[in-house]
């Protein structure tokens, strides 16, 4: 069997029911996304907006893509027209802009709020004491759906500060839906640590490397 469609395979079959699978994309060739293609997978993560253009330019129409990297406002209405969800909101800014586009668009797009929790101060989103007033913008705003948290854990060896990161990301999700009831999704988990975002409550996890390889 072809290594992509084993490695699908087997994520698929650890993977909890009910827990759903971005196949993260980002510089992988066509070729591979079209091996994940035909094992079945639909749903796809990119993290550049030129990237993803060309990408949704010639691959199936039936393909959802999240959208997972650092958005500059200037990119988002391409993403807006090729991205059925937005998982990487980080700014108030960037949330109005989505709105914007989306109303022109005349569409609505789904989006999670980013939570900063890690260590690194180079990783983007909110920090947690943020996240009320995003949700309470969001409401008022139209054509943004928010539907639930992303988070990244800190790049260490740490097994405990992971898992603290995840309980962090995890009780994010549980402060936006005290005021979005509908905001139930907890995207959080890669490659190197999604069995212990799983076991910390993600609902969507982020896999990238171990389905296509090395960047
Ligand atoms: C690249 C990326 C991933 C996937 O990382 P892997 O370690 O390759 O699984 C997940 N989430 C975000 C936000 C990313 O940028």
Known sequence: MPEVT?????????????????????FQPLAKLCEAY???????GESRAN???????VLPEDIEWHFIGHLQT???????????????????????AVSAEAVKAGRE????????????????GFL???LAGAARLALTLPGVKVVGVMGMATNTDSKERVRADFKAIAE??????????????????????WPLAVSNGATV??????????R
């Open 6 to 26: 084993h490695n699908i395979y087997k994520v698929k079959k650890e993977l909890p029911f009910g827990v759903k699978l971005v196949a993260v994309s980002k």
């Open 38 to 44: 035909a094992a079945g997978q639909r749903c796809f």
């Open 51 to 57: 990237e993803l253009e060309e990408k949704a330019a």
């Open 74 to 96: 200037n990119k988002v209405r391409s993403v807006v027209a090729n991205a059925s969800v937005i998982q990487s909101i980080d700014s108030d800014r960037l949330l109005r």
């Open 109 to 124: 797009v789904k989006v999670f709020l980013q939570v900063h929790v890690a260590a690194e101060e180079s990783k983007t």
């Open 128 to 130: 947690p004491d943020e």
């Open 172 to 193: 994010c999700g549980q402060a936006v839906r005290a005021i979005i009831p509908t905001a139930t999704e907890v995207s959080m988990g890669m490659s190197g640590d």
């Open 205 to 214: 996890v982020r896999i990238g490397s171990s389905i296509f390889g090395e």
